[in-house]
């Protein structure tokens, strides 16, 4: 079994992140680790990592 790659994705348009994640969803090899709204939400969730 191949390894997922993990991704975050951080954009403040909603809608865009959402499509963006889904379609990497889509893709079925990835994982995504987390979304944020800003850089502030990325830093305390790479925190928690």
């Known amino acids: 079994m191949q390894r997922k ?3 975050a994705f951080a ?3 909603t809608m865009l992140r959402k499509g963006l994640v889904r ?5 079925g090899n ?3 680790a987390f979304e944020a709204d ?4 990325v830093i ?4 928690k990592i």
């Not at 800003?38 to 939400?41: A, R, V, Y």
């Not at 305390?44 to 925190?47: D, N």
């Open 38 to 41: 800003n850089g502030e939400e």
């Open 5 to 7: 790659l993990s991704l």
């Open 23 to 27: 379609l990497i969803q889509l893709l």
């Open 11 to 13: 954009d403040d348009h």
């Open 30 to 32: 990835y994982h995504i």
């Open 44 to 47: 305390t969730a790479l925190k």
